[in-house]
């Protein structure tokens, strides 16, 4: 079993920057693809960002393309998302999730074989 634990959220204005952690419970971190996924209120679930075990390959929702970054620290068992320009309608609970098949990233939640809590970032106008 391995345990995700997010952390970096905030409250913050429009413009601002966050960095989201996410530290995962194993040392087979490094090979799993991870990806980034949030639920705004009313919402469903989408796929913010992900990244193969390698860090070779990325992939982003078109919403944050431009203004987020997802990287990770295999030899910290972390992944990061930084967010930049943030906008209202960033707000939402953010969760990092593992897929076990690590050579490739998947924008479908189905495909994730482990989640954490989440994190919440809520964007002030």
């Known amino acids: 079993q391995v345990q995700l634990e997010e952390s970096g959220g905030g409250l913050v204005q429009a413009g601002d920057s966050l960095r989201l952690s996410c530290s995962a419970s194993?040392?087979?971190?490094?090979?799993?693809?991870m990806g980034w996924f949030r639920r705004a209120p009313g919402q469903e679930r989408e796929f913010v960002a992900g990244?193969?075990?390698?860090?070779?390959?990325?992939l982003y929702a078109d919403s944050v393309k431009g203004r987020f970054n997802i990287s990770r620290d295999n030899a910290k068992n972390t992944v990061y998302l930084q967010m930049n320009s943030l906008k209202p309608e960033d707000t939402a609970v953010y969760y990092c999730?593992?897929?076990?098949?690590?050579?490739?990233?998947?924008?479908?939640?189905?495909?994730?074989?482990?989640w954490g809590q989440g994190t919440q970032v809520t964007v002030s106008s």
């Open positions: 990244i193969t075990w390698s860090e070779g390959s990325t």
């Open positions: 999730a593992a897929d076990l098949v690590g050579w490739s990233i998947s924008s479908n939640s189905d495909n994730y074989d482990y």
């Open positions: 194993t040392h087979t971190f490094g090979t799993y693809a």
